[in-house]
């Protein structure tokens, strides 16, 4: 049965009624029905059927759905489906540009990063906009900027990956 | 209310246990024979274990769950060793229970729990990498018509030793798989592995940093609807009525169904549109008596299970400690607790269900697959040819996914919406107050000194929780739970690594209606903080160095002795540690392994901690892959310190009162401690390492702050004390 993989086949809601917010996620333009007061999050994973983004708290504490909003390293489920139209919107599966992944994603696999990798999407967006704003951060830096919760433990790996990116 | 324990339980049993009823009932469609058997994609099965594709590609099929801690990546090692294949071409797929049960279970036992991933298969698994490889083998010889005894293996390619000639396992996979399987095989000595031992890097992590590993939450069906759950918030209270016309006003909602007599779900378009108005909905519960349950009265009937008049499990007992420190020259005392906690998984507790009415198919995140097959068997009351479970790979699991309960709960839903796919999904706060909690427990220390200092009694005294009489009745030992007794048992797997001349360490079972479950080390987390942390408080009270002290406890139990003295000598124990540093040690064995730690700590103000960097060492016996044994010690370190410091779910109103990270904190990169691993495989057992190590940091980095305090800390989380990182 391979209808788990239809990951590029996003839910058509469109019969329910009119588009109510334009979103522009990793370069496309979507028409998304839903209330304005709808987490972005959701409207990006159930909407437009991009789930690398993860729910883990809903509360903005966990971090497992960071994306970047114009450059920004944002938690999507705290931000509403109404402060992110306009805005550039970027999802792990846009991280990677020009058939290459992110100089983050190589440092990720070189380094063996993920256990279960289910918080790690969150982790590379925000680790990724932090070399952007500050490209060679010492470890107190990635202390201050890195708050992501990961339960498997994988924070020796992220903060030797870091600095690997660091140094590309 | 509370259970005491009693002989003629009902044994209830279910999940793991019902596993063996599910399959004794279950299919039995002849394999084998003339026919090859043949993957989804048309390749050939060497064996249950081996696929190999026309291009070499090798398929290595694993039974047991990934969930983080590499199992997939060591049990495709350990078969690639023995089938002497290019581990470049190696890949790897989940069975599903469903063709196991088909196949009279060629796969073995699913369960992944009690690091037992590898160390219980690796015999079968490394057997199906050599049958393989000699079946491959003797295909090339049929074909070349010369001796099979003539013929090498390595690297995927075939050689004929005497005249050069080779080819490879993707051209003689076809002919391979009609060769009739040996009956004798050899399996390699250890010393001959060549990739068994080495760090080689995962097998799944390049779908991890896209975006593409699809997880349970992920799974998109054609039509499918989602589904949010509130099950009783009181555990064991039952669902009165709820207002179904008020969600069934709200956008998107498609349905609202009761799930059993506990817990209501509203279905609905988007799974934000289900939750949002399952929050709506009012909704009256039967809380029943448990309602008046709160944490201070579980503590306050643990207390009373310290009275010797309270009936108790003796779990090891040797001489005389009662007499022993009646006539103590020095008697030293301590009370120690554990709190229950909660897994906190990164992914809440899902699960999809396809139910048609004479089918179910389920895909889910599951520690066991085949305990999720009996419950999808149970719940949906079809038989085993007519379900099937998709294993996906697990964003943690840590203990609570081998329980079943999303399972039961997604097919009793799906059941009402025949033909609909529907996707329940927890919500946090649903995942956070319907665990399966670390159980909660007490213990009562004595120690007993002669005049001269000598340990003549150790006597530990446990009031608490079984995990097995809730979940695993049937494994209990006349009541007793032997589990409880991790890494303070005589002998075996769990065994204390020392010698007092009078011991005794008994139970006395309580079982509040909280509901308790196996979380990473489960219960050498507790017992290693209380003996290990005793043990400070006797040498302290003898005036004696801690390393010291242990040492001469120590002499019959040289394999736990030897991974304490690898973390002091590396620590440097014997020398000044930095100023302002203080330091603390502890050993334990659990799953077969023997684990040291010894923590670094700096304390301002009494109560910040900075754990600057702990030293572990295991002996697993055998280490697969060491570099991903170091992750797995690192990361229990961040599991098992999260849980010491943050840890703790109290219950009010007989409800757990924490719903989310912000209330139950996890442990961030800037808490994180240096970690320095020593994996220094003895060989000759093998041992589990995803938990052993997980229990050491907790004693050695409260024995540190003995250390640089004065001052003991007895109880867990710290957070309670007003207590947290630096």
Redesign the interface.
């Known amino acids: 049965m391979d209808w788990t993989n239809q990951k590029s086949q996003s839910m058509d809601w469109t019969n329910q009624g009119n588009a109510m917010a334009n979103l522009t996620v990793n370069g496309k333009s979507f028409d998304v029905d839903v209330e304005p007061d709808t987490p972005l999050l959701w409207a990006i994973r159930e909407n437009i059927g991009l789930t690398g983004t993860k729910y883990g708290c809903g509360i903005a504490q966990c971090g497992a759905c960071t994306v970047h909003v114009d450059g920004v390293a944002m938690r999507s489920c705290g931000v509403l489906v109404s402060e992110a139209v306009g805005k550039k919107i970027t999802t792990i599966e846009g991280l990677a540009g020009n058939g290459a992944l992110h100089k983050v994603q190589q440092a990720w696999i070189a380094n063996d990063v993920p256990q279960c990798g289910y918080c790690q999407s969150g982790m590379i967006m925000a680790v990724a906009a932090l070399l952007k704003d500050n490209p060679k951060p010492t470890d107190q830096d990635i202390d201050d900027a890195i708050t992501n919760i990961c339960r498997c433990g994988t924070f020796k790996q992220v903060r030797e990956a870091i600095h690997a990116a660091a140094n590309v | 209310m509370n259970h005491m324990p009693a002989l003629n339980r009902r044994a209830f049993v279910i999940g793991t246990a019902a596993v063996g009823t599910g399959l004794a009932l279950g299919l039995d469609i002849p394999f084998g024979g003339p026919t090859v058997v043949r993957a989804a994609d048309g390749s050939p099965e060497i064996n249950a274990w081996v696929v190999i594709q026309p291009d070499d590609t090798v398929v290595i099929r694993i039974a047991r769950s990934e969930?983080?801690?590499?199992t997939l990546t060591g049990l495709a090692q350990l078969v690639a060793e023995e089938l002497e294949c290019d581990w470049s071409k190696v890949t790897t797929e989940y069975p599903t229970p469903g063709q196991s049960v088909a196949r009279k279970r060629v796969w073995g036992d699913f369960s992944t729990g009690g690091s037992r991933g590898i160390r219980t298969s690796n015999e079968y698994v490394r057997k199906g990498g050599a049958t393989a490889r000699m079946m491959l083998i003797q295909a090339a010889a049929n074909e070349w018509k010369v001796p099979a005894s003539e013929c090498t293996a390595a690297n995927s390619i075939i050689t004929h030793t005497p005249s050069g000639r080779t080819t490879t396992y993707g051209k003689v996979a076809e002919a391979a798989a009609k060769v009739e399987p040996p009956t004798e095989v050899k399996l390699k000595d250890p010393k001959d592995w060549k990739l068994v031992g080495k760090g080689v890097?995962?097998l799944?992590?390049?779908?991890?940093?896209?975006?593409?590993?699809?997880?349970g939450?992920?799974?998109?069906?054609?039509g499918m609807l989602?589904a949010a759950i509130k099950a009783c918030p009181v555990f064991g209270g039952k669902l009165k009525s709820y207002d179904e016309a008020k969600a069934m006003g709200m956008?998107?909602v498609k349905k609202v169904v009761k799930v059993g007599d506990y817990a209501v779900a509203v279905v609905a378009?988007?799974?934000?549109h289900a939750k949002t108005a399952l929050e709506a909905m009012p909704i009256a519960w039967d809380e029943g008596e448990n309602a008046k349950v709160s944490s201070a009265s579980i503590a306050k009937w643990l207390e009373e299970g310290f009275d010797d008049s309270q009936p108790a499990f003796v779990g090891n007992e040797n001489g005389d400690a009662k007499a022993a420190i009646a006539k103590a020259a020095k008697k030293v005392e301590a009370v120690y607790n554990y709190p229950y906690q909660n897994h906190?998984?990164?992914?809440?507790m899902n699960a999809t269900v396809l139910y048609t009415g004479d089918r179910c198919?389920v895909?889910c995140g599951t520690q066991n697959g085949e305990a999720a097959f009996a419950a999808t068997l149970e719940a949906s009351g079809l038989p085993a040819d007519k379900c099937d479970v998709?294993k996906?790979?697990?964003?943690?699991?840590?203990g609570r996914r081998g329980q079943t309960d999303y399972v039961r709960q997604a097919v009793a839903i799906a059941k009402q919406m025949p033909g609909t796919p529907i996707k329940l999904?927890w919500?946090?706060e649903e995942d956070m107050q319907h665990g399966a909690y670390h159980p909660i427990t007490q213990v009562k220390m004595t120690g007993a000194f002669d005049a001269d200092n000598n340990l003549t009694a150790l006597r530990m005294r446990i009031s608490g929780q079984s995990i097995l009489f809730s979940l695993r009745p049937e494994a209990l030992v006349n009541g007793k739970d032997p589990a409880t007794f991790a890494g303070l048992n005589a002998t075996g797997e769990a065994a204390i690594g020392y010698s007092v001349p009078n011991l005794l360490i008994d139970h006395s079972m309580r079982n509040p209606h909280v509901p308790p479950g196996f979380w990473r080390g489960v219960n050498v987390n507790q017992n290693a903080i209380y003996l290990e942390c005793f043990m400070d408080e006797l040498a302290h009270a003898a005036g004696q160095d801690p390393l010291a002290f242990r040492r001469k406890l120590m002499a019959t139990h040289p394999k736990h002795l030897a991974v304490l003295n690898a973390v002091a000598e590396k620590i440097g124990w014997d020398k000044p540690a930095p100023q302002g540093v203080f330091r603390g040690i502890a050993q334990h064995m659990g799953y077969g392994s023997y684990v040291a730690g010894a923590a670094e700590v700096s304390v301002t103000d009494s109560n910040k901690i900075k754990v600057h960097r702990i030293v572990a060492a295991t002996d697993p016996g055998y280490a697969v892959n060491p570099?991903q044994i170091e992750?797995q010690i690192?990361?229990?370190?961040?599991?098992g310190l999260?849980g010491l410091f943050y840890g703790g779910c109290t219950v009010k109103d007989g409800r757990i009162e924490q719903a989310?990270?912000?209330t139950y904190n996890?442990?961030?990169?800037?808490e994180?401690p240096?970690?320095e691993s020593i994996v220094m495989p003895s060989g000759g057992f093998w041992g589990g390492v995803g938990e052993p190590t997980i229990c050491v940091a907790g004693p050695a980095v409260l024995n540190a702050y003995f250390a640089a305090t004065g001052k003991r800390l007895r109880s867990v989380p710290l957070r309670d004390q007003n207590i947290t990182f630096a």
């Open positions: 969930m983080g801690q590499g890097k995962r799944d992590t390049a779908d991890k940093t896209t975006g593409k590993m699809t997880y939450i992920d799974i998109k069906l054609p989602n956008k998107g378009d988007t799974w934000w906190a998984t990164m992914e809440p198919d895909w998709h996906q790979i697990l964003g943690g699991g840590f999904l919500s946090r570099a992750r690192a990361g229990s370190f961040v599991y999260t989310n990270f912000d996890s442990m961030r990169i800037a994180m240096k970690v």
